[in-house]
């Protein structure tokens, strides 16, 4: 199999101060971005004078109303920081704690972001920023094409595709994702299925010890997130990974996305503690397609009894804990690429599982090259 991979980058440059000088640095920026896939941006004006972007309208000159949307498809983000005392910190802010490479760059002449500087200069210094000034713009070109293609470079190989199924407990993913990958072999794909936690011997073993009704000792939260994600760990280097590099389709139930919404937010552990584990555990792979199944804990089979005794500790969790999860779950669907809320229909598997080919369809048409 072999899948397209278009690469997006994010530009993010100084707004607030936006020196005129600096324009053909800018293009430059852009330019040699390019070079490496298609690069959006927030700031763009049709009347702006300074940016390399014209055609298209911002929405508002509110910083925090900008479109995050491009930042969220996108594998880095370059940021030109000259001259700015906040210019660009919202993006770069959320980039790194959404766990992509950071290039925040300026010219030795100006000052850059002061919040920027002070935190990649702190105790607490994210690993995913490099903080570089450049001289000239013929510097600036090399700095930026060294990043590009590091970050291009260490991209896990796209020739499987990794699709999963993910949802609330009780809201039927197993049968949809069993369903689905019946579906794609039914289309002639190679396809591994496999499921999380678990989907090896040891991973399974952990999964026992964070889901068995047997375990009664309570976990503390921060060693039930290192339990999940030490299962997937494993799964990865033993089944994601090798079946990716092979060609493979890998369908599985859940994934980090579950992390992000159980721990990070039914947890509550937050996004900043989640999001650099499962960039770890997974060394940096995330679906190429995701479902969600959005479902009302009061909808859920959970919520009429259906699992009895036998609910392990989180399906024992209350309404409040179940109803941070979904807004977890709907929380990453805003993030992340590729990513499809499928409402729950009650009694409505075949619904669901059509409207789910439909997608998956549309996708495989795309992205895969015949
Ligand atoms: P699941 O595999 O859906 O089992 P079942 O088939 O019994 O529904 O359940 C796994 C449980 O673990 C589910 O309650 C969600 C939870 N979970 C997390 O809290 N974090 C994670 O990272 C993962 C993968 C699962």
Not at 13 to 37: C, D, N, S, W
Not at 111 to 136: F, G, K, V
Request: aromatic content about 8%.
């Amino acid at each position: 199999m072999n899948i397209k991979r278009a690469l997006e980058w994010y530009f993010t440059g100084a707004i607030t101060t936006r020196p005129p000088e600096l324009l053909p640095a800018y293009k430059r920026i852009v330019k040699t971005m390019q070079e490496f896939g298609r690069v959006p941006s927030a700031h763009v004006a049709d009347d702006d004078p300074y940016h390399p972007f014209v055609g298209k309208k911002r929405k508002s000159d509110n910083v925090h109303d900008f479109d995050f949307a491009g930042l969220r498809n996108s594998v880095a983000l370059v940021a030109e920081l000259s001259g700015a005392t906040t210019g660009g910190g919202a993006e770069v802010d959320y980039a790194i704690r959404a766990g992509m490479p950071v290039l925040a760059t300026w010219h030795k002449a100006h000052h850059a972001s002061w919040y920027i500087t002070q935190w990649a200069n702190s105790s607490c210094a994210p690993p995913n920023l490099q903080l570089i000034p450049y001289e000239s713009e013929d510097h600036l070109e090399g700095i930026i094409k060294t990043f590009c293609s590091g970050v291009q470079k260490a991209l896990p190989p796209r020739n499987g595709l990794y699709i999963v199924v993910e949802g609330g407990d009780g809201c039927g993913k197993s049968t949809q994702s069993g369903r689905l990958s019946a579906y794609l072999k039914e289309k002639g794909y190679d396809v591994a299925g496999s499921r999380e936690p678990g989907g090896t011997e040891q991973a399974e073993r952990i999964r026992n010890v964070l889901l068995s009704p047997r375990e009664k000792e309570p976990l503390h939260p921060l060693a039930e997130l290192f339990l999940f994600e030490a299962a997937r760990a494993q799964l990865f280097d033993q089944v994601i990974k090798p079946n990716l590099r092979e060609g493979r389709m890998v369908v599985t139930d859940r994934s980090f996305l579950s992390t992000f919404a159980y721990q990070g937010f039914g947890r509550q552990l937050g996004v900043q503690t989640i999001d650099p584990l499962n960039q770890l555990a997974t060394d940096g792979i995330s679906p190429d397609l995701a479902f969600i199944i959005d479902v009302d804990f009061s909808q859920a089979k959970i919520a009429v009894g259906e699992f009895g005794n036998d609910r392990d500790r989180i399906e024992r969790e209350g309404q409040e804990f179940h109803a941070r999860v979904r807004q977890g779950y709907l929380a990453a669907a805003e993030r992340h690429r590729n990513v499809h809320v499928i409402p729950y229909i009650v009694n409505g598997i075949d619904e669901m599982q059509a409207r789910i080919r439909v997608i998956t369809d549309k996708f495989l048409e795309e992205n895969v090259i015949k």
